[in-house]
């Protein structure tokens, strides 16, 4: 990448050096793709990219006396 760009810097020794670039690109993308599912989304996942797409609540069968104890 840096030669694409030529980017070069003046070295202590006054000589022109090769710049050395860290590229993270699958880290980035993955964070830019996360980040804008979670603002389109706010946060309510579509059923299909839910982490919990479904919960099952047990209910015993005598539910009229549980307000009365």
């Known amino acids: 990448m840096p030669e694409r760009f030529d980017v070069n810097y003046i070295g202590a020794d006054g000589q022109e050096h090769r710049t050395v670039m860290i590229h993270r690109t699958v880290l980035g993308s993955m964070e830019r793709f996360l980040g804008s ?5 706010g946060g309510a996942f579509p059923v299909w990219l ?20």
Request: glycine share 0%; proline share 16%; hydrophobic share 40%.
């Open 37 to 41: 599912l979670l603002e389109h989304y």
């Open 50 to 69: 839910s982490p919990v797409q479904a919960a099952i609540i047990p209910l015993p069968t005598d539910t009229s006396s549980m307000p009365a104890r």
